[in-house]
């Protein structure tokens, strides 16, 4: 059973992660050994935010600043915000980046395929780099398909099993929208199954861009079902 709660902002977390959030609702907080994470949906889409604190130093880094930058600032709390990272260059992911870094001074990072649309970029990653919350590391993976600079972020928990934060890319029940073009499913598939499937374990947590979470050993059976479908 994971630890029962944390306080911040006035706001009393649940005591257990199920990976369900509602537009406008709680968030739900997972206390790993070394990092916690805390899901929020927030508009325009029911996007998921992210924010992830090393346990160790209280850094902490925020996945997608996607809307409602009041509530994103109140998740942050006294705390302080080290850096954004935003998956991909789509709309619905960054439309409180730039309230969210002004307000914060945190460093905005992403791919440089996906940079120029964003209000603000200090850094850019590519695939293989590592971006870190305190003493906790992340790797960069770029999956190209649902946009050319797309990004997952993973930890390799020491104390348990990975948890990969996907954006766009990977959902329960398949990959992101490609918008019915052959090039970019292919690109896209091939890179979740390379980079993803045939890399992680089966325990592998993620946490996508929209809705629930998943693990890799539900969703590994249907590769097949999903290449075949185009989709």
């Given at each position: ?84 990272v935003t998956t991909h260059q789509h709309w619905d992911h960054h439309q409180a980046l730039a309230e969210v870094v002004e307000a914060t001074g945190a460093v905005s990072v992403a791919h440089p395929a996906d940079a120029p649309p964003l209000p603000v970029v200090t850094r850019t990653v590519d695939d293989g780099d590592t971006v870190r919350v305190g003493e906790c590391e992340l790797e960069v993976i770029q999956l190209v398909g649902h ?85």
């Amino acid at each position: 059973m994971e630890p029962n709660i944390r306080t911040g902002a006035g706001i009393v977390w649940r005591m257990s992660y199920n990976g369900h959030v509602a537009p406008g609702g709680p968030p739900e907080v997972r206390e790993l050994a070394d990092l916690t994470i805390t899901k929020l949906s927030v508009g325009p889409m029911d996007n998921n935010a992210y924010l992830l604190r090393c346990r160790r130093s209280g850094e902490q880094l925020l996945i997608d600043a996607a809307d409602e930058a009041d509530r994103l600032l109140a998740l942050v709390g006294d705390a302080g915000l080290a850096t954004v990272v935003t998956t991909h260059q789509h709309w619905d992911h960054h439309q409180a980046l730039a309230e969210v870094v002004e307000a914060t001074g945190a460093v905005s990072v992403a791919h440089p395929a996906d940079a120029p649309p964003l209000p603000v970029v200090t850094r850019t990653v590519d695939d293989g780099d590592t971006v870190r919350v305190g003493e906790c590391e992340l790797e960069v993976i770029q999956l190209v398909g649902h946009t050319r600079g797309s990004v997952a972020l993973l930890f390799r928990d020491p104390s348990g099993h990975p948890h990969l934060f996907t954006g766009d890319s990977l959902f329960p029940g398949g990959v992101g929208n490609t918008q019915g073009d052959p090039e970019r499913f292919t690109s896209l598939i091939n890179d979740v199954e390379s980079k993803l499937f045939d890399r992680l374990s089966d325990d592998t947590w993620f946490y996508p861009g929209h809705g629930d979470d998943g693990t890799l050993g539900t969703e590994r059976p249907s590769l097949p079902e999903w290449r075949a479908r185009g989709w």
